[in-house]
Nanobody
Framework: QVQLVESGGGLVQFGGSLRLSCAASGSIFSITTMAWHRQAPGKERELVARITSSGDLIYADSVKGRFTISSDSAKNTVVLQMNSLTPEDTAVYYC???????????????WGQGTQVTVSS
């Protein structure tokens, strides 16, 4: 079983920065993608940023130019650097990973427990 553990959330003022980290552990052969999603109160969960094992990146339009996703494949970690934060970024942020547990095996997915990010105005 694969576990994802997030860290780095907290309270920050308007215009501030936070750095979220997520570490995957368990029976992993390879990770194909790692991503950050967020869910604000009363809203659906949305993709914030995704990075593939080949380095392809996807960002939500609302965070382009402010957030940067990066990963360390050797450590099975992903980091989300968030700058110029606004109250609209307030949400619970979830780490997600798609992975295989054997060569050519099925693709599985796991989610972290979430970390709260609150931006005060």
């Amino acid at each position: 079983q694969v576990q994802l553990v997030e860290s780095g959330g907290g309270l920050v003022q308007f215009g501030g920065s936070l750095r979220l980290s997520c570490a995957a552990s368990g029976s992993i052969f390879s990770i194909t993608t790692m991503a950050w999603h967020r869910q604000a109160p009363g809203k659906e969960r949305e993709l914030v940023a995704r990075i593939t094992s080949s380095g392809d990146l996807i960002y939500a339009d609302s965070v382009k130019g402010r957030f940067t996703i990066s990963s360390d494949s050797a450590k099975n970690t992903v980091v989300l650097q968030m700058n110029s934060l606004t109250p609209e970024d307030t949400a619970v942020y979830y780490c997600n990973a798609d992975y295989t547990i054997a060569p050519g095996g099925l693709l599985f997915g796991s989610w972290g427990q979430g970390t709260q990010v609150t931006v005060s105005s």
